[in-house]
């Protein structure tokens, strides 16, 4: 269903979190270039090493990997990206709306909240459809950040993994 609520501003306000020495700087300089390089191996090492991050604010630019690490990755994301544009999310109210189709309609509600990941037990961003969408209760995401303003999501049907995808806020 649409809304006509105002959307929130494009990125979020508020300062990115220090991160860690170490793997920082190259999880600094992450971008969806270099996730679409990455094999189904590779994205799922950096999920796991990933913190959830800051609870996110605003309107996303998404992207899916489906096929991660192959040819078929880079000829899917245009054709899925017709479908599913990304996410905007309206953080005071813990929820959110997919923006569809090639217009951006917003649609497609989830409750957004904190949990234990159903891929490793560590605390993930929980985009939960059960209760908000009839169309899409079996679905629930998990995201991660895995560099300022870049989160890296897992699509769950029926608790079954599928696809990955990437939502890009911009400063």
């Keep these: 269903m649409a809304t006509t609520r105002t959307p929130p501003k494009r990125a979020t306000t508020r300062a990115a979190p220090k991160r860690a020495t170490g793997g920082a700087r190259t999880k600094k300089s992450l971008d969806v270039r270099k996730l679409f390089a990455m094999n189904q191996e590779q994205l799922d090492k950096l999920f796991r090493s990933s913190s959830a991050g800051r609870t996110p604010e605003g309107v996303a630019d998404g992207t899916v990997i489906a096929g ?32 569809i189709l090639p217009i951006g309609l917003r649609a497609v509600r989830a409750r957004v909240y904190r949990d ?40 769950y049907i029926r608790r079954r993994k599928t696809v990955n995808f990437v939502l890009r806020f911009s400063a």
């Design 116 to 155: 234990s990941s159903w891929f490793d037990g560590k605390e993930a961003i929980i985009l939960d459809y059960s209760k908000s969408s009839l169309l899409a209760r079996s679905i629930r995401d998990e995201i991660r950040e895995v560099a300022p303003g870049l989160y890296l999501g897992i699509v």
């Design 68 to 99: 991660a690490g192959t040819p078929a990755a880079r000829l899917l994301a245009p054709l899925l990206g017709l479908a599913w544009q990304g996410k905007v999310f309206y953080g005071s109210d813990h929820d959110l709306l997919n923006r």
